[in-house]
C-alpha cells in the first residue's frame, strides 16, 4: 500500500502530462511598464540616482559630540 501523498502526486504529474496543448496563443495583456531585460537593455542611458534626502537624525549628533572638560556651564561666556 503507498502512501496517500505518494498516490496524490502520481496522479497529479499523469494528469498534468496528459493535457493536450492549447490550439491558440492566448493573447498577451499590455504591459503598463518595461520589463528588468527591457530597461536594462535600452538604447538610451538609465536615470540617473536622486540626490538623497537630508539626514533626519541629525538632532542626535550632540550625543556624541565631545565636550570639553574645562567647560563650566555656570559660567557666564567671556566678552
Do not use: I, K, Q, Y
Not at 62 to 67: A, C, D, I, K, R
Amino acid at each position: 500500500m503507498s502512501h496517500p501523498f505518494a498516490r496524490l502526486l502520481r496522479r497529479f504529474t499523469r494528469a498534468l502530462f496528459t493535457l493536450e496543448p492549447l490550439p491558440f496563443d492566448p493573447p498577451s495583456c499590455p504591459r503598463g511598464r518595461p520589463s528588468l531585460l527591457a530597461t536594462l537593455f535600452a538604447p538610451e542611458p538609465l536615470p540617473m540616482d536622486l540626490e538623497l534626502p537630508r539626514r533626519r537624525a541629525r538632532w542626535l549628533s550632540w550625543l556624541f559630540l565631545p565636550e570639553r572638560v574645562d567647560r563650566d556651564p555656570n559660567r557666564p561666556p567671556a566678552d
